[in-house]
């Protein structure tokens, strides 16, 4: 996908690492990476510990560590309590956390601006509407499926979502290609379009519903890991492995194109191949990870934006880095929706948006004032 031969790739290079001299590192990547692994440890006991019942860290330590026939009469509820509930949700908040974070920074990349996010330009909207149009669908008019591909199970749903964010991606492509490729007032207001469009259309979907139907996608829309089983990790983490694997490719075209798709392409980069490819990896994490846990927002853009500001631009770094930067935010937003109005549990997305909203602000402000000083 991209041409490897030491004459395409090496005027790219020094480039980019001037762009990290001008940008700066602040920490090293290596102290960043031991922060976000002993931070997800420490959350992950945290989650572990903290519900509707306390565990001490040593009933953890035996239900993780001793086998069931180890445990007494009265430690094997914890068991219960930690492989069936507290362990699927948190691997799954890490998840959805990791694919939105690294969806975030691909589609940042792809725009070539920091203010992006998945959610703000409709891809992860187009994903819900999408996966809510088929939840509807399948159980009014399609009565005639199996059960397993119909609701909010459905193993269609996935399928479903990523359509729905990949044809939200291209379209956005499409318009910020005629504006220059870059973040365009137009491409905001088509961003804007498509979330009043989705609204619209969720409305709607949700006169159609019945009650039940109507719960599910009010509850879903909102978003939530209490949905979380081993079978939704596995198939999420698999999506995360595949996309992953095309890291090293990813890296090195998304460095090429903040530099331009005319000095990228001169470079000896097959500019085409890799906004494809962005396109469709940043949509399939997007489409599967709402189609699990409903619609989340603003962990595509607080988490590269942050870990961009500690370790520069250069995607070598900054795509593993979301993956715990993401995991350990969304691990943090769970936690918080399951404890702070005990015993009553909070959507996710509430948490999320409360964070996001008000940083997304001040970026804005932060931006605006900066331009301010170079006029």
């Given at each position: 996908m991209i041409v490897s031969s030491?004459?395409?790739?090496?005027?790219?290079?020094?480039?980019?690492?001037?762009?990290?001299?001008?940008?700066?590192?602040?920490?090293?990547?290596?102290?960043?990476?031991?922060?976000?692994?002993?931070?997800?440890?420490?959350?992950?006991?945290?989650?572990?510990?903290f519900g509707s019942i306390q565990l001490s860290i040593e009933e953890i330590l035996k239900v993780l560590f001793l086998g069931q026939d180890a445990l007494s009469e009265l430690e094997v509820p914890h068991s219960v309590i930690i492989w069936n509930l507290r362990m699927p949700r948190l691997i799954l908040a890490m998840l959805v956390g990791a694919c939105l974070a690294s969806a975030g920074v691909c589609i940042q990349g792809l725009f070539r601006n920091p203010l992006v996010e998945p959610g703000f330009i409709g891809v992860s909207p187009g994903a819900a509407?999408?996966?809510?149009?088929?939840?509807?669908?399948?159980?009014?008019?399609?009565?005639?499926?199996?059960?397993?591909?119909?609701?909010k199970e459905s193993i269609i749903l996935q399928l479903c979502a990523f359509g729905g964010a990949l044809a939200v991606s291209f379209f956005l492509h499409v318009v910020s290609k005629r504006e220059g490729g870059g973040f365009s007032l137009v491409l905001v207001l088509a961003g804007i379009a498509v979330n009043a469009t989705v609204v619209?259309?969720?409305?709607?979907?949700?006169?159609?519903?019945?009650?039940?139907?109507?719960?599910?996608?009010?509850?879903?829309?909102?978003?939530?890991?209490?949905?979380?089983?081993?079978?939704?990790?596995?198939?999420?983490?698999?999506?995360?492995m595949v996309v992953t694997f095309f890291f090293p490719v990813l890296s090195r075209g998304l460095d090429a194109l903040?530099?331009?798709?005319?000095?990228?392409?001169?470079?000896?980069?097959k500019v085409k191949r890799i906004r494809n490819l962005t396109i469709v990896l940043a949509s399939l994490l997007v489409g599967v990870s709402i189609s699990i846990c409903g619609n989340i927002s603003f962990v595509g853009l607080i988490v590269p934006h942050i870990l961009?500001?500690?370790?520069?631009?250069?995607?070598?770094?900054?795509?593993?880095?979301?993956?715990?930067?993401?995991?350990?935010?969304?691990?943090?937003?769970?936690?918080?929706?399951?404890?702070?109005?005990?015993?009553?549990?909070?959507?996710?997305?509430?948490?999320?948006?409360?964070?996001?909203?008000?940083?997304?602000?001040?970026?804005?402000?932060q931006a605006k004032r900066r331009e301010g000083e170079f006029r």
């Open positions: 030491p004459e395409t790739s090496s005027p790219v290079e020094p480039v980019v690492e001037e762009t990290k001299k001008k940008t700066g590192r602040k920490v090293p990547p290596i102290l960043v990476f031991i922060i976000l692994i002993v931070g997800l440890f420490g959350i992950g006991v945290l989650s572990l510990k509407l999408a996966a809510s149009v088929w939840i509807v669908c399948s159980e009014k008019i399609l009565t005639f499926l199996p059960p397993e591909f119909k609701g619209s259309l969720l409305g709607f979907l949700s006169y159609l519903a019945d009650d039940t139907q109507l719960r599910n996608l009010t509850f879903w829309s909102l978003g939530s890991m209490a949905v979380a089983s081993w079978h939704k990790i596995y198939l999420l983490g698999l999506v995360l903040s530099l331009g798709e005319a000095e990228a392409f001169y470079t000896g980069f961009r500001m500690v370790l520069g631009p250069g995607h070598r770094i900054l795509l593993p880095a979301s993956l715990f930067g993401g995991a350990f935010l969304m691990a943090t937003a769970d936690l918080a929706a399951r404890t702070v109005a005990f015993p009553s549990e909070l959507p996710i997305g509430i948490i999320a948006a409360g964070i996001g909203g008000p940083f997304f602000l001040f970026l804005i402000l």
